[in-house]
């Protein structure tokens, strides 16, 4: 047992109640806590492959179940992450991780961007790509990582998107974005989603992700937190930003303007051990970044 996982275990007595305690008073509200509304076509865009079940598995698996058609794109050829295999095998391994995935959450096709894991950008190739895939589809709603985010694809992702809406007129259907590494401050949050009857797909569908050597039981702990920001608490949520195209827009601009390097000032959420560390690492300045930039 490594150094570090022998302080974890020492700490986890008490670290497991403080952080009950503190997450129990963070996540408190009064926000609704929702079904969707059935709609006809969703795409998410998902840099890498896990992303679609970490932030909206449980939401994408009720969109399936009401009837939608749900597309998931995936930026990246997910050929560099934490593992021991090469950067060939991880990518075919990851892939057909996925084709179990897609049965799981319901997913209705899955297609691949395929820049390199690691070097997302608006390419002039991707803009048009990820623009004919939106005009193909018309979908009502389409669903992204936060340009606030501790992986540099996540915001890149984001900003790909932002960068294809200036070159369409007439989009008219809802961006949501949702939560991966930084967890959302609750007071930004305008779209929760109660995945209760989900959430045992979406568990389900990070148990078959053991080609990277990550966790993700902070993922899923945090959607039990979530569900107590509803006005009646649910079991479960997963929480979302909401925009329109415009609004979505002028919020990815003004935090580019701002030439941040996210990784450098926040953490992944992924480990239950670490997550009062992962949700308040600058979190005043997270905070003020969302409050400035959402209307």
Partial sequence: MSRKELLMNAVRPVNAPMTKFILGRHYNADLMALKNEPVQKVLVLAPHMDDETIGPGGTLRQHADQGAEVHCLFITDGASSVSDMSAEELSNKRRQEIDRVKDILGLTDVSYLNLPDGGVSSTPDAIQYLKKKIETLSPDIIYTTPFIDAHTDHSATAKLLSDTLKRMDNVRCKIRMYEINCAFPPDSINCLVDTTEQHEKKVEATEVFDSQAIAFDG?????????????????????????????????????????????????QVNRTDTLLWAIFKNYAMKKDLYRKTIN
């Fill in 219 to 267: 993922f899923l702990e945090l959607n039990r937190y979530k569900g107590k920001l509803a006005s009646d608490p649910v079991e479960t949520a997963e929480a979302f930003i909401e925009w329109d195209k415009s609004n979505f827009v002028k919020h990815v601009d003004v935090l580019d303007q701002m030439g941040y390097k996210f990784p450098e000032k926040f953490k």
